[in-house]
């Protein structure tokens, strides 16, 4: 994928853990600089050390470094940074900041800005999809301004309804709604939540489909106006409308061919229509009769890009930078994708298995024996601190199989071979889930965790036998056996 190489460049990854470790790697692989970023409370984050060169971010809360526009800026011009890879969450679907360093000379790693302010806002985007032919969930096209008004879109699309933040993501500003009573109970306390978290209040009415599976797009286009996908992930394993569980490819669609075709061309042919060039993804919801609507569009590289690597061997984040700096990718062409095998990921998150609610704490010790074909980008060390100011996230296990059976078999494997200490975790849950009858099915839907209820089968109990062999098969791994 290494082709037509421009100069080096000095490129900034303003984000932190994993994911900066993980666009470091592909920097360096490129033959540029990877800049690095310490903070007041992260002055040896572990990323730090795949970067070639590390610079402070002054301040210690996330408003007064990673979100803050002018201080980022400052850093740009005084280290002589060519281009800015934000990675996801914190400004990586910010307008304001993606037009910043345009308007100042510096590259910015993703979608030009107008793809990035139109895909950003959940009304404006589905209005946009729409207009381009791709099927909608029924329901408001534009933000509603008052209770009555979604009271009146529920009965007219009839109920169950979903009020959605229209400026959303990561499952936050999000509630069910089966009658009227429930759009009183809830519109309000939904726009306190979205104005909180995202600064606009404004609300989505959309229908609720029963029993949906989350499916998504990944693309990749570059400035030339190529556009190819990279097939489907099923995300449908949520708990808080976030996921948790992922795999390529989605065993809903299976070996429909057409659907995957018609689903993959849906989301090339919208990313041809806002002139994509970049990393992005398409989300779409399914409902038990295949039919699709599109749900968002995420204008920047997602936490479960690493599955679509392993099932099409292609470095995204490569081509990401590669595209920025108007360089070709070396595909010839859609049909030179391909597929093989399958790759499922669990996300590692710092948070009670039972509750699934975030446990702060810091990590005593983590260590790892997997079976081949296991990756895991994390950001775990002895003495890491775990705080609430960041998402519980510590760790990405990615598993690949030829068969999806053997993706699992693998996956179960990895999981009794990956000990955390110090901090209460997710491996538990993920576990229970890897066993459950519907999930090996594949016929699991985003109501799994609420209907197979996976965390009360969680045995929490401490098993010192199996903890022993763990340890044992450790230290001998170390010891050369």
């Known amino acids: 994928m290494i082709t037509n ?24 692989e490129l033959g540029h600089t990877a800049v690095g970023v310490w903070t007041d409370n992260e002055v040896q984050a572990k990323h730090l050390e795949v970067c070639d060169e590390w610079v402070r971010l002054p301040g210690s809360t996330n408003q007064e470094t990673y979100l803050n526009i002018p201080n980022i800026l400052e850093v740009c011009k005084k280290y002589n940074i060519d281009g800015v890879h934000p990675g996801y969450g914190f400004l990586s679907e910010n307008t304001e900041f993606s037009q910043a360093l345009v308007d100042n000379g510096i590259t910015w790693i993703g979608p030009h800005p107008e793809a990035v302010r139109v895909m950003g806002d959940k009304a ?25 008004e979604a009271i009146k879109i529920g009965n007219q699309i009839k109920y169950p309804i979903l009020l ?14 089966h009658n009227e009573q429930d759009v009183r109970n809830n519109f309000e306390a939904v726009q306190r939540e979205a104005a909180s978290a995202f600064k606009n209040g404004d609300l989505l009415v959309e229908k609720y489909i029963v029993n949906p599976h989350h499916i998504e797009v990944q693309i990749l286009a570059d400035k030339k106006g190529n556009v190819f996908h990279f097939f489907e ?52 919801i399914m409902g038990e009769n295949k039919e699709f609507y599109f749900l968002e569009m995420n204008t920047r590289i997602q936490v479960e890009h690493p599955i679509t690597e392993e099932i099409t061997g292609i470095d995204l984040i490569v081509c990401m930078i590669q595209s920025a700096f108007g360089e070709d990718l070396g595909i010839p062409s859609q049909e030179w994708i391909k597929r093989t095998g399958h790759a499922i990921e669990c996300r590692i998150c710092a948070e009670d298995p039972i509750t699934m609610l975030p446990s702060p704490g810091t990590v005593t010790g983590c260590e790892t024996n997997f079976p081949q074909g296991i990756r895991f980008d994390n950001c775990l060390y002895k003495g890491l601190v775990v705080t609430p100011d960041f998402d519980p996230m510590v760790g990405k296990l ?24 110090g901090l209460k975790t997710n491996i538990p849950l993920h576990k229970v889930i890897m066993k459950n009858e519907v999930f ?8 799994f965790i609420s209907t197979e209820k996976p965390q009360d089968q969680v045995d929490t109990s401490m098993d010192y036998t199996s903890l022993y062999k763990k340890i044992a098969g450790i230290e001998a791994r170390r010891m050369g056996f």
């Open 5 to 28: 190489i421009t100069a080096q460049k000095r490129i900034l990854i303003i984000n932190r853990g994993e994911i900066a470790a993980r666009i470091a790697k592909a920097c360096r």
């Open 164 to 177: 959605k933040a229209v400026a959303g993501g990561g499952g936050r500003g999000m509630r069910v709604c």
């Open 440 to 447: 090996l099915k594949g016929k699991y839907s985003t109501n």
């Open 233 to 284: 992930r099923e995300c449908s394993i949520q708990r808080r409308h976030q996921k948790i569980v992922e795999e390529a490819p989605s065993p809903f669609i299976g070996d429909d061919e057409e659907l995957r075709q018609r689903v993959c061309n849906s989301a090339v042919n919208l990313a041809k229509a806002i002139k994509y060039d970049s990393a992005g993804t398409v989300e779409l």
């Open 124 to 148: 404006v985007s589905k209005e946009f999809a729409k207009k381009v032919g791709m099927p909608v969930v029924p329901g408001s096209l534009g933000a509603v301004p008052t209770i009555e």
């Open 398 to 421: 990615v598993a690949k199989g030829i068969l999806r059976e053997v993706a699992i078999r693998k996956m179960i494997a990895a999981l009794d071979g990956l000990l955390v200490e």
